[in-house]
T-cell receptor
């Protein structure tokens, strides 16, 4: 089965510019997650979708970050405007199980460098 | 609030040595799940193992084994007879079943370097 797809793999932008990332989860997975992983740290959950509804976005900097999953399948994460501290790897994951049981399958990530 | 601590930031071993990674967690839930993930240089997080809070039986899977002790809130992971391909960052993670969205919280990771 195909894994979680993400694009682009790499992105370099200047601060105050906008950027968008795309994620296509594993087919049939209702839950989709976006994580931010700053160099040298563990991934941090930004937002979690269950189908097309938001379950948890408590750690999403909503003044500059936004995410959507309109049809309950693929998702986009946007940063506008970007700051230097947004330089990180953005990981998308999906799972089919609930109650913490489900395996979260992670995509390859998008490496963002903000100059 | 859930928290995961990996005190070891980096471990360096020679091939064929065993490597044990420490993980200590904090949670108020009685039902939770613990995971270990591997992140090779390519960047993708690879699922390794999962245990639920009701099962303290320690097992071995190939060269991997784990020691889950609720009394000390520890979930340590061992790679036996390490190989160069085991070089990666390893993350311990916790998911509380009662938390909204079953949030997965990661530790800071331990970088393992296996030298030939």
């Amino acid at each position: 089965e195909a894994g979680v797809a993400q694009s682009p793999r790499y992105k370099i932008i200047e601060k105050r510019q906008s950027v968008a990332f795309w994620c296509n989860p594993i087919s049939g997975h209702a839950t989709l997650y976006w994580y931010q992983q700053i160099l040298g740290q563990g991934p941090k959950l930004l937002i979690q979708f269950q189908n097309n509804g938001v379950v948890d976005d408590s750690q999403l900097p909503k003044d500059r970050f936004s995410a959507e999953r309109l049809k309950g399948v693929d998702s986009t994460l946007k940063i506008q405007p970007a700051k230097l501290e947004d330089s990180a790897v953005y990981l998308c994951a999906s799972s089919s199980g609930g109650q913490g049981r489900g395996w979260r399958y992670f995509g390859p990530g998008t490496r963002l460098l903000v100059l | 609030a859930q928290k995961v601590t990996q005190a070891q930031t980096e471990i360096s071993v020679v091939e064929k040595e065993d490597v044990t990674l420490d993980c200590v967690y904090e949670t108020r839930d009685t039902t939770y799940y613990l995971f270990w993930y591997k992140q090779p240089p390519s960047g993708e997080l690879v699922f390794l193992i999962r245990r639920n809070s009701f099962d303290e039986q320690n097992e071995i899977s190939g060269r991997y084994s784990w020691n889950f002790q609720k009394s000390t809130s520890s979930f340590n992971f061992t790679i036996t007879a390490s190989q160069v391909v085991d070089s990666a960052v390893y993350f311990c993670a916790l998911s509380e079943a009662g938390a909204a969205g079953n949030k997965l919280t990661f530790g800071g990771g331990t970088r393992v370097l296996v030298k030939p």
